[in-house]
């Protein structure tokens, strides 16, 4: 199973967010959360997202794949859409 995850990076000075990263990688949550956690306690590394995104890319070349959209509105406007979607299928299976 693929699971989607949005990170997203603000430098010092900049109103809002300056970068974001999508992740497709097959880590559920809590491992993922967890691989993220320990990386941010590290004091040197922690902050920096391009670097763990790098760490991700060497640690699971097999299942991480990073991937870019021209408007992050557009990617959030897709997720929403498709849980729509999904609960008007589930919706449209209980009534038949």
Do not use: W
């Amino acid at each position: 199973m693929s699971y989607l995850y949005n990170l997203y990076s603000i430098d010092e000075g900049h109103f809002g967010i300056s970068h974001s990263y999508h992740i497709q990688c097959d880590l559920p949550l809590h491992k993922f959360r967890s691989i993220v956690m320990e990386y941010r306690r590290n004091d040197e590394l922690g902050d920096d997202i391009e670097g763990f995104v790098k760490y991700m890319q060497e640690t699971f070349p097999n299942s991480f794949k990073l991937f870019h959209f021209d408007d992050t509105v557009q990617f959030d406007a897709d997720q929403e859409n498709s849980m729509i979607l999904a609960n008007l299928l589930n919706e449209v299976d209980r009534t038949v």
